[in-house]
């Protein structure tokens, strides 16, 4: 029977962009997210914008516009890094919103109804150079606990220990730098305290937490009474004013994460769904994934206001580490501190999102970006391993299609469906990186079935059409169950391999069984090497300089262009000849596959004036004819074993001659004066021009 799921990840502050430290978890979420739809369980993903604070009302202030222009423009920028990395939300919300106003407002009666809240003078951090109390984050000091320093106001990012701002040791005001006074108000707390039974039963025994998360709870805070939980902030601050204490808002943690909740009522009161049926149902599984950091309010404060006021409990809260990038913190300086936008910008998503899925497991261990590992695991695996199945494979049945029967394979094909088991099990544990090497081991064992059947060789024996089509049947039917297998991770990769073969992939049973008879589209290019330059390029966009050091280097650079130009002062003699061509665009120029090519045959064609024949090599026995309009320039016997950058994928053209299958690029007006291009030393025949 199908399991119902409703599916959170943390909200993200609406103070800043998202950046690939963000991205762990959302790609981790929406990977967990689509096995589970896959499956054919009714599984739910809901998130939203976190938006109070005071973070927010000062930088609106700054920016001299109201905190509801901001956070809707903000929110515009989050969905859309999110919607290019391919993460879809059921329901993407905001806690500035009408619904989670009232969902808090109920809780807060729930709260108030059983006693657990109760008023306390308070002590306050106070910034005279700003003229305001500050919010926890807007003090960094020494962990009063641990003497880690440089610490937030609320909780130590190094020992876990929650404290109010005024317990730090040496505290400034990250706003202005002073070092702030104290004062006092009155503040509205809940009496956690009075929670203590529960909330020991549920981390200890309800399995809702990782065994080591349970332990440190134990450890650190169940031993000892808990602490009040300080749940308003008084005027000004941008948030919902609490109903029953004018002057008083709650606290941001407080609506923050009934925003998974207002989420689902959004949802609900679109599709038709009842809430109930998801918040308050003995049948739904609700699963929260989030970072180590904010392990305290979703394991301790938020079960606590759920049982309190009848809601469901976690069924698990699926905990995460920090990102390091080449085995350090993201440094802004250093370019490592990198944005999504940046990213995306030079890279293609899928990149990460496999990456990111060969890192993480169900622990908690922080997990690193080594630019390099990145470049090599992407272009090993999914270019070297997976896509090139297809690549070498699916051209040579374009015109057949898949044999009518399932070709022997020496037991390939079912070896990988038992296989499946074992994968949907990792991925349900959230084991990524054990999925994604067990489905690199089948890979590893589909290729060399290609490698010594050697389509590219049958395909030159007519004798052999129907042995080659029964490998290249064998080499997609291993290449789709690699697919399937990936689909969380890669859904662009299923979507492209279904149209290849003509039948979405929808479910991951479809794995069991093999596609036999069916058409086989053209073969369209699926993913590109990763190449180091555009990594570096990344990085380089991402370093923030700053001061007297940004306007010495931007001087350097301008004064370096200056050299550039005077030194090479080209004539504009050509492009006045033959001016610019109409603009056009990315789509349009990417479906001009320019390859590396070498000339392994070249001869004159009698009776034309212009043309030599050329057949050009493309690797793996693949070749074309063409004939160029180069003859007055070049000697044919000269041209023999030259590499070229030919146009590969331009349609066959008929001539007097001959068939003409592509194009060798020259540049040049004509006649004696026609240069053909060659690459660049390195390069490889058959590698694409980018």
């Given at each position: 029977?199908?399991?119902?799921l409703l599916?959170?990840?943390?909200?993200?502050?609406?103070?800043?962009p998202?950046h690939?430290g963000?991205?762990v978890?959302?790609?981790?979420?929406?990977?967990?997210?689509?096995?589970?739809?896959l499956?054919?369980?009714d599984c739910?993903?809901?998130?939203?914008?976190?938006?109070?604070g005071t973070a927010?009302?000062l930088?609106?202030?700054?920016?001299g516009?109201?905190?509801?222009d901001?956070?809707?423009?903000?929110q515009?920028?989050h969905?859309?890094?999110f919607?290019d990395?391919?993460i879809?939300?059921d329901?993407?919300?905001?806690t500035?919103?009408?619904?989670?106003?009232?969902?808090c407002a109920?809780?807060?009666?729930s709260?108030?109804?059983k006693?657990?809240v109760?008023?306390?003078?308070?002590?306050?951090?106070y910034?005279?150079?700003?003229?305001?109390?500050?919010?926890d984050r807007?003090v960094?000091?020494?962990c009063?606990?641990?003497?880690?320093?440089?610490?937030?106001g609320?909780?130590?990012?190094?020992?876990?220990?929650?404290?109010?701002?005024?317990?730090?040791?040496?505290p400034?005001?990250?706003?202005?730098g002073a070092?702030?006074?104290?004062?006092?108000?009155?503040?509205?707390?809940?009496?956690?305290?009075?929670?203590?039974?529960f909330?020991e039963?549920?981390t200890?025994?309800?399995?809702a937490?990782?065994?080591?998360?349970?332990?440190?709870?134990?450890?650190?805070?169940?031993g000892?009474a808990?602490?009040?939980?300080?749940?308003?902030?008084p005027?000004?601050y941008f948030?919902?004013?609490?109903?029953?204490?004018?002057?008083n808002y709650?606290?941001?943690?407080?609506d923050?994460?009934i925003g998974?909740?207002?989420?689902?009522?959004?949802?609900?009161?679109r599709?038709g769904?009842?809430?109930?049926?998801?918040?308050r149902?003995?049948?739904?599984?609700?699963?929260?994934f989030i970072?180590?950091?904010?392990?305290?309010?979703?394991t301790?404060?938020?079960?606590?206001?759920?049982?309190?006021?009848?809601?469901?409990l976690?069924?698990k809260?699926?905990?995460?580490?920090?990102?390091?990038?080449?085995?350090?913190?993201?440094?802004?300086?250093?370019?490592?501190?990198?944005?999504?936008?940046?990213?995306l910008?030079h890279?293609d998503?899928a990149y990460?999102r496999?990456?990111?899925?060969?890192k993480?497991?169900s622990?908690?261990?922080d997990?690193?970006?080594?630019?390099?590992?990145f470049i090599?695991k992407?272009n090993?695996?999914l270019?070297?391993k997976?896509?090139?199945?297809?690549s070498r494979?699916?051209?040579?049945?374009?015109?057949?299609?898949?044999?009518?029967?399932?070709?022997?394979d020496?037991?390939?094909?079912?070896?990988?469906?038992?296989?499946?088991?074992e994968?949907?099990?990792a991925y349900e544990?959230c084991?990524?990186?054990?999925?994604?090497?067990?489905?690199?081991a089948?890979?590893?064992?589909?290729?060399?079935?290609?490698?010594e059947a050697k389509?590219?060789?049958?395909?030159?024996?007519?004798?052999q059409?129907?042995?080659?089509?029964?490998?290249?049947?064998?080499?997609?039917?291993?290449?789709?169950q690699?697919a399937?297998?990936?689909?969380?991770?890669?859904p662009?990769?299923?979507?492209q391999?279904g149209?290849?073969?003509?039948?979405?992939?929808?479910?991951?049973?479809q794995a069991?069984?093999?596609?036999?008879?069916?058409?086989?589209?053209?073969?369209?290019?699926?993913?590109?090497?990763?190449?180091?330059?555009?990594?570096?390029?990344?990085i380089?966009?991402s370093?923030?300089e700053?001061?007297?050091?940004?306007?010495?280097a931007?001087?350097?650079?301008?004064?370096?262009s200056?050299?550039?130009?005077d030194?090479?002062?080209?004539?504009g003699?050509s492009?006045?000849a033959?001016?610019?061509?109409d603009?056009?665009?990315?789509?349009?120029f990417m479906?001009?596959?320019?390859?590396?090519?070498?000339?392994?045959?070249?001869?004159?064609?009698?009776d034309a004036?212009?043309?030599?024949?050329?057949?050009?090599?493309?690797g793996g026995?693949?070749y074309?004819?063409?004939?160029a309009?180069?003859k007055?320039?070049?000697d044919?016997?000269?041209?023999v074993?030259?590499?070229?950058?030919?146009?590969?994928n331009?349609?066959?053209?008929?001539?007097k001659f001959?068939?003409?299958?592509?194009?060798?690029?020259?540049s040049?007006?004509?006649?004696?004066?026609?240069?053909?291009l060659s690459p660049?030393?390195?390069?490889?025949?058959?590698?694409?021009v980018?």
């Amino acid at each position: 029977m199908p399991r119902r799921l409703l599916v959170t990840a943390a909200l993200p502050y609406a103070n800043g962009p998202i950046h690939l430290g963000h991205l762990v978890e959302y790609l981790q979420t929406d990977i967990w997210v689509r096995f589970q739809k896959l499956m054919g369980n009714d599984c739910r993903y809901f998130c939203a914008d976190d938006t109070h604070g005071t973070a927010i009302m000062l930088r609106a202030r700054q920016e001299g516009r109201s905190e509801e222009d901001l956070i809707a423009q903000v929110q515009q920028e989050h969905e859309q890094d999110f919607a290019d990395f391919g993460i879809e939300f059921d329901n993407y919300g905001s806690t500035n919103s009408p619904e989670n106003r009232e969902i808090c407002a109920k809780i807060w009666t729930s709260l108030r109804d059983k006693g657990l809240v109760k008023e306390k003078q308070v002590s306050q951090l106070y910034d005279p150079e700003e003229g305001i109390f500050l919010a926890d984050r807007f003090v960094r000091g020494t962990c009063p606990k641990c003497d880690a320093p440089d610490q937030p106001g609320d909780n130590c990012s190094s020992c876990g220990t929650t404290y109010s701002p005024v317990d730090l040791i040496d505290p400034k005001s990250t706003l202005s730098g002073a070092t702030p006074e104290e004062g006092s108000a009155l503040h509205l707390f809940i009496e956690l305290e009075q929670l203590h039974s529960f909330l020991e039963e549920w981390t200890q025994k309800s399995g809702a937490l990782q065994p080591e998360i349970a332990n440190y709870l134990k450890g650190h805070f169940l031993g000892d009474a808990l602490r009040d939980w300080d749940i308003s902030r008084p005027s000004p601050y941008f948030g919902f004013e609490i109903p029953d204490y004018p002057g008083n808002y709650w606290y941001v943690w407080f609506d923050a994460p009934i925003g998974y909740m207002a989420s689902t009522q959004q949802w609900c009161d679109r599709t038709g769904e009842k809430f109930d049926d998801w918040w308050r149902s003995t049948d739904c599984e609700v699963h929260h994934f989030i970072g180590k950091d904010i392990t305290y309010f979703h394991t301790l404060f938020w079960p606590g206001m759920l049982k309190v006021a009848g809601y469901s409990l976690p069924t698990k809260v699926h905990i995460h580490g920090f990102l390091t990038v080449d085995g350090e913190k993201m440094s802004k300086s250093k370019g490592t501190f990198v944005r999504a936008r940046s990213y995306l910008d030079h890279l293609d998503p899928a990149y990460l999102r496999y990456f990111y899925a060969s890192k993480l497991s169900s622990k908690i261990d922080d997990i690193d970006l080594s630019l390099e590992e990145f470049i090599t695991k992407v272009n090993t695996d999914l270019v070297g391993k997976v896509v090139n199945l297809a690549s070498r494979s699916a051209k040579f049945v374009r015109k057949t299609g898949l044999s009518a029967e399932y070709p022997d394979d020496g037991g390939l094909f079912q070896q990988a469906a038992e296989a499946g088991e074992e994968i949907a099990a990792a991925y349900e544990a959230c084991d990524y990186s054990r999925a994604m090497r067990l489905i690199m081991a089948l890979a590893d064992r589909a290729n060399p079935y290609v490698e010594e059947a050697k389509p590219w060789e049958l395909r030159k024996d007519e004798a052999q059409a129907e042995r080659l089509q029964d490998v290249c049947t064998v080499a997609l039917n291993l290449f789709r169950q690699l697919a399937i297998y990936l689909t969380p991770v890669l859904p662009q990769l299923a979507k492209q391999t279904g149209q290849l073969l003509g039948e979405p992939i929808t479910r991951w049973s479809q794995a069991q069984t093999p596609l036999v008879g069916t058409p086989v589209n053209q073969f369209k290019h699926m993913l590109q090497r990763v190449e180091p330059k555009k990594v570096n390029a990344m990085i380089e966009d991402s370093k923030e300089e700053t001061g007297e050091g940004a306007a010495a280097a931007s001087e350097s650079q301008e004064s370096k262009s200056q050299e550039f130009v005077d030194k090479w002062n080209d004539p504009g003699d050509s492009l006045e000849a033959e001016p610019l061509a109409d603009e056009c665009t990315f789509d349009d120029f990417m479906k001009v596959d320019l390859r590396v090519a070498r000339i392994v045959e070249a001869e004159q064609v009698p009776d034309a004036r212009k043309l030599l024949r050329l057949k050009l090599s493309l690797g793996g026995g693949v070749y074309k004819q063409v004939f160029a309009g180069i003859k007055a320039a070049y000697d044919p016997e000269k041209l023999v074993g030259r590499q070229v950058v030919c146009v590969a994928n331009l349609a066959p053209r008929k001539m007097k001659f001959g068939v003409s299958e592509g194009m060798v690029v020259a540049s040049g007006p004509g006649g004696e004066e026609i240069f053909v291009l060659s690459p660049d030393e390195g390069a490889k025949v058959g590698q694409r021009v980018h």
